[in-house]
Nanobody, 118 residues
Framework: VQLQASGGGLVQAGGSLRVSCAAS????????MGWFRQAPGKEREFVGQ????????YYADSVKGRLTISRDKAKSMVYLQINSLKPEDTAVYYC????????????WGQGTLVTVSS
């Protein structure tokens, strides 16, 4: 399984950005795709997830309302849309995947850096 995150960059506060994750190497039926982020000097934190089959989403309270996760099954892509960006959103964003019956994310992408300037 390979997960390739892309789309990070430098954005001004208040702006929006969409980061993408290309998933390959298997079929992802009954899998969950998650997004995490790690800010400088901080631990990695969960931001949200989406089920591959039904597209059911779940978001961390800290980002709820500003982030939207979606997936394109035909393209095997997962997206993270971040709106109303704040400097504290500056982080490396990672996509990851796990089987729906597992709590542990098994596969991880390399991350993409999002920097929000004030």
């Amino acid at each position: 399984v390979q997960l390739q995150a892309s789309g990070g960059g430098l954005v001004q506060a208040g702006g929006s950005l969409r980061v993408s994750c290309a998933a390959s190497g298997r079929t992802f039926v009954n899998w969950v795709m998650g997004w995490f982020r790690q800010a400088p000097g901080k631990e990695r934190e969960f931001v949200g997830q989406i089920t591959w089959n039904l597209g059911t989403t779940y978001y961390a309270d800290s980002v709820k309302g500003r982030l939207t996760i979606s997936r394109d099954k035909a393209k095997s892509m997962v997206y993270l849309q971040i709106n109303s960006l704040k400097p504290e959103d500056t982080a490396v964003y990672y996509c990851a995947s796990r089987e729906s019956g597992s709590r542990e994310y098994r596969y991880w992408g390399q991350g993409t850096l999002v920097t929000v300037s004030s």
